[in-house]
């Protein structure tokens, strides 16, 4: 079964407004990273959270991490239509190597 | 730098048949990873290999296979292919294993069974 489970399933915003997608986990993680995947093309990495960290930012976005409630949330900001795709969370686990384990995903749709 | 390349890019088969994919890292980089994306199971782990040795290995049937070369590149072979093999195979390569680090992407070969 998927480690992560991500919500909302879909969403759809307007230019300008902020989008935030959650995710869940299940066991303790390493770190937990978010990808981002246009129309069934590759996943670009877009951020690395490690378990010990509790907030990153890079541009408009911002990851924060609950390791207690096993949570984290991805923040995009003034979103653009560009913006519109898939956004995946994948949990690595200790011990587990680099083996990234995803969540269904979010499908983000930002109207101009 | 040149991304992750993967060849070919789109692949149809027959059932029963088997089929080879292949991936080139990033240049420098050690580690490749591949993942199948289909719509109903998502992203899954098939393997990761770190220096021509296979590290982790996802919870798929022996059909499915592995091997990386002394530089890094990557390939894997499907065997007798099932209708449920159609989905999209992307390879991914990290600068070290582990699992700290980033992972890139390639584009994916997408794989139809008929």
């Known amino acids: 079964s998927q480690q992560g489970e991500e919500d909302p399933q879909a969403l759809s915003i307007q230019e300008g407004e902020n989008a935030t997608m959650n995710c869940s986990y299940k066991?303790?993680?390493?770190?937990l990273q978010w990808y981002r995947q246009n129309s069934g093309r590759g996943l670009v990495h877009l951020i690395l959270?490690?378990?010990?960290?509790r907030e990153k930012h890079s541009g408009r976005l911002r990851v924060t991490l609950d390791t207690s409630k096993k949570s984290s949330s991805l923040l995009i900001t003034a979103s653009r239509a560009a913006d519109t795709a898939s956004y995946f969370c994948?949990?690595?686990?200790?011990?587990?190597?680099?083996?990234?384990?995803f969540g269904q995903g979010t499908e983000l749709s930002v109207k101009p | 730098k040149a991304g992750v390349t993967q060849t070919p890019r789109y692949l149809i088969k027959t059932r029963g048949q088997q089929v080879t994919l292949s991936c080139s890292p990033i240049?420098?980089?050690?580690?490749v990873s591949w993942y199948q994306q289909t719509p109903g199971q998502g992203l899954q782990f098939l393997f990761e290999?770190?220096?021509?040795?296979?590290?982790n290995k996802g919870n798929f049937p022996g059909r499915f296979s592995g091997r990386q070369f002394s530089n890094s590149r990557s390939e894997m072979n499907v065997s007798t292919l099932e209708l449920g093999d159609s989905a999209l195979y992307l390879c991914?390569?990290?600068?070290?294993?582990?699992?700290?680090?980033?992972?890139?992407f390639g584009p994916g070969t997408r794989l139809t069974v008929t």
């Open positions: 991914a390569s990290s600068a070290l294993a582990g699992g700290g680090y980033e992972q890139y």
């Open positions: 066991t303790s993680i390493n770190n």
């Open positions: 959270i490690r378990s010990n960290e």
């Open positions: 994948a949990t690595v686990i200790y011990n587990q190597g680099g083996k990234l384990i």
């Open positions: 240049s420098g980089h050690r580690s």
């Open positions: 290999y770190f220096s021509e040795t296979q590290r």
